[in-house]
């Protein structure tokens, strides 16, 4: 899009110094984001990692875009399957959050079907999902960005509290205070972090 001539920002003098990698990591920290697992499949092997760099893209038609490592395991699988799965991650699946961002196998113990098309592993125990195959991908900086067009999509568990990651932290959402209500529809006892948040006492 091309912004008429009179609204055309003016190139400053100076050069602006961006900002260190630290502080920007310190206030992205403060962005909270819902936690997905992003998964492909790479030489039939399946591939996934934990990742909140996700976005919707446009409804018309439905695409969204992921932010992957360039050379990672998962961003190799994705160019290779020209394929990917986003899977919502509900507030008690820490452990699979966990699981997927550190070293080792991600799907030890994981329950998953394949897409027949793709080969991409569709995960079972998730709030919801999309299968997208790849239309665009960018490489930038130290990063690859894949769009995808959403070929399938499912809530898989309406009600349940989506897992949050906040502050370095993983948290679950609490409703705002001018929104009373239940906290707790179906039950948990942990808390991973919001303060005053648990069961109804
Ligand atoms: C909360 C959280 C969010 C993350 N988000 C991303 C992300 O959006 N993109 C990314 O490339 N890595 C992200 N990571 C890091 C990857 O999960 C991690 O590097 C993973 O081990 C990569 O797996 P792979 O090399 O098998 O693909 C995130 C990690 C955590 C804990």
């Known amino acids: 899009m091309s912004l008429p001539e009179a609204e055309v920002m003016p190139v400053p003098e100076k050069p602006r110094d961006t900002v260190p990698t630290q502080v920007f990591r310190e206030v992205m920290g403060h962005l909270a984001s819902g936690v ?6 790479q030489q039939a092997a399946p591939v996934g990692m934990t990742a909140t760099a ?13 932010s992957l490592t360039a050379g990672s395991r998962t961003a190799l699988g994705v160019e290779q399957s020209k394929a990917f799965a986003v899977h919502l991650m509900a507030h008690d699946s ?11 196998d991600h799907f030890a113990g994981v329950s998953y079907r394949r897409d027949e098309q793709t080969g991409v592993p ?9 299968l997208c195959l790849v239309e665009h991908a ?20 309406p009600g349940h509290h989506p897992l949050v990651y906040f502050d370095r932290k ?17 039950g948990s006892t942990q808390d991973y972090g919001l303060p005053g948040w648990g069961l109804p006492t």
Request: proline letters at 5%; a negative charge.
């Open 170 to 186: 993983y948290r679950k959402v609490a409703l705002s205070e001018s929104q009373p209500g239940s906290l707790e529809p179906w």
């Open 54 to 66: 996700v976005c919707s893209v446009s409804a018309k038609p439905p695409m969204l875009l992921v």
């Open 36 to 41: 997905t697992i992003i998964t492909a499949a």
């Open 138 to 157: 960018v490489d930038i900086a130290d990063h690859v960005l894949f769009v995808g067009r959403v070929v399938e999509c499912e809530v898989k568990a």
């Open 94 to 104: 820490q452990n699979y959050a966990e699981q997927f961002a550190a070293a080792g």
């Open 122 to 130: 569709v995960l079972q125990d998730v709030l919801g999902y999309f």
